[in-house]
């Protein structure tokens, strides 16, 4: 009779422990200010740092844990099917042959040329102005990161030869204030980005701004991706559920434009907000 009052006292605490137990997903998080900020005063108010809050505040049947690992981690751990997640995927073939990518939930201005305000000028003040043609305009050098993807502009950034750009192992801030300091005229930069790294290391700062480029869309859109397998389909499902809610709200604007200081960052996402909120999948 004890036996049996064991073995059922048993059989009930594993089923009250499978209950309670919640799938974990690992966020990968990077320390990128402003778009995401681990350290310092500012700590949890940058972009993405919102939106992986919302995300797991509302999903509550997961357990979440968020680690610091580079990019190549990253990939390589999905490509694994390992149970991880990841907020800042740009949407491209490759990668949807290894991961579950969910619909767009954000969306924001791709690199652009940074430059000081008076060497724009110098440009006639364009709204875009075209890359190719900057790289061969010998009155401008510029200075961009050695090993880093800068997504569509990777095809002209290597194909071109004979430019006036040049590649050094150097953090983004370093090319921000060189330009300030006159070193240097341009780099390739999200507006985003630069307008912080501006206010952060420059003595005199509101001297930099940001031309589009003619090359490239006016905005791009933001993904998760998953690993390509049920779990990470599930997962991704959950996350559409969510922002397909979310972002069709007024407020959600509000995160969208977290940390935009960059005026024409600012128009252009105020003019586009509304047909992105009703747009379900892009």
Request: with cysteine.
């Amino acid at each position: 009779m004890v036996s049996k009052f064991i073995s059922c006292l048993i059989s009930l605490m594993v089923f009250f422990s499978c209950a309670d137990a919640r799938d974990t997903i690992t966020w990968l998080v990077v320390d990128w200010p402003p778009f995401m900020i681990l350290e310092g005063e500012q700590k949890g108010e940058g972009l993405f740092d919102k939106v992986l809050a919302l995300a797991q505040k509302n999903m509550p049947q997961y357990e979440h844990v968020n680690v610091k690992m580079n990019w190549t981690r990253f990939w390589t751990d999905v490509a694994e099917g390992q149970h991880v997640c990841n907020i800042f995927a740009i949407k491209t073939i490759e990668r949807e042959k290894i991961t579950e990518i969910s619909e767009s939930y954000i969306y924001f201005v791709p690199n652009a040329i940074i430059m000081k305000k008076t060497t724009i000028e110098k440009l006639g003040n364009p709204k875009s102005y075209s890359l190719i043609e900057l790289l061969k305009d010998n009155r401008f050098h510029g200075m961009i990161e050695t090993t880093r993807s800068y997504s569509e502009l990777d095809s002209i950034l290597k194909n071109l030869t004979a430019t006036n750009l040049v590649r050094k192992a150097a953090p983004p801030q370093s090319y921000i204030r060189m330009i300030a300091e006159d070193r240097i005229d341009y780099t390739l930069e999200y507006p985003k980005i630069a307008a912080y790294l501006d206010q952060e290391n420059n003595p005199l700062p509101n001297q930099l701004s940001s031309v589009a480029i003619k090359e490239l869309p006016a905005y791009t859109y933001g993904y998760t991706a998953c690993p390509k397998n049920e779990w990470g389909k599930q997962v991704v499902e959950d996350w559409n559920q969510i922002f397909r809610q979310l972002k069709s709200t007024p407020e959600y604007f509000q995160v969208i434009s977290t940390g935009v200081t960059d005026e024409r960052e600012l128009n252009l996402l105020r003019e586009n907000f509304e047909y992105f909120r009703a747009v379900q999948v892009i």
